[in-house]
């Protein structure tokens, strides 16, 4: 009796174990500033970076190392920039499009105005949950705090680099093209 009792608990803490994560990053999708919506089970098999920015004042220079970044690693990675209302609602989509398509000319795909943070819970999207809680991702127990901060998922879907706005450039190119 005493061994049935230990196989039940060892069955019920292995159950638990694998079951208490919510969702894999790609049984959710996201919807593109251009109207369209990206299922993210489309990109398995690809690393996918997600790129925090301000709609308010969008850093220009983040978002051209980024492009440079996916113009370089495209069959491989997918960039997503989510404008975060937490830091203002900012200018129109029309005006966002504008300045990173039609001026910046980037090349990677820009959801529509979404909440990241936590403190914002109540409407936090999905996505930014899973990126933010350790109960969806397995991995991170993080906020977003401040914009810039950089989602590194692998080809399985694993949560596997958060990465803060100044971080160098060439540690994140190192971090996408060594995981594997």
């Not at 039940?8 to 694998?18: M, V």
């Not at 899973?130 to 991170?140: A, D, K, P």
Request: charged fraction near 20%; aromatic fraction near 8%.
């Amino acid at each position: 009796m005493n061994n049935m009792v230990k196989k039940i608990l060892i069955l019920f803490l292995t159950l638990s174990s694998t079951v208490c994560f919510s969702q894999n990053i790609f049984s959710y999708s996201i919807e593109k500033m251009d109207g369209d919506t990206t299922s993210l089970s489309l990109l398995r098999g690809k690393k996918i970076l997600f790129a925090g920015f301000s709609p308010v004042s969008p850093d220009v220079g983040l978002l051209q190392r980024l492009d440079s970044i996916y113009l370089q690693n495209k069959t491989k990675l997918e960039i997503i920039a989510m404008p975060l209302t937490d830091f203002g609602e900012g200018m129109p989509d029309s005006s966002i499009l504008n300045l990173l398509r039609r001026d910046l000319k980037l090349s990677f795909t820009i959801s529509k105005k979404l909440r990241g943070g936590k403190s914002s819970e109540a409407n936090q999207h999905p996505v930014t949950r899973w990126l933010t809680t350790v109960l969806e991702n397995g991995h991170f127990n993080t906020d977003i705090t401040e914009v810039g901060q950089l989602f590194i998922i692998d080809e399985v879907g694993r949560l596997f680099g958060i990465f803060r706005k100044n971080a160098p450039m060439s540690i994140i190119n190192k971090a996408i093209l060594k995981q594997q």
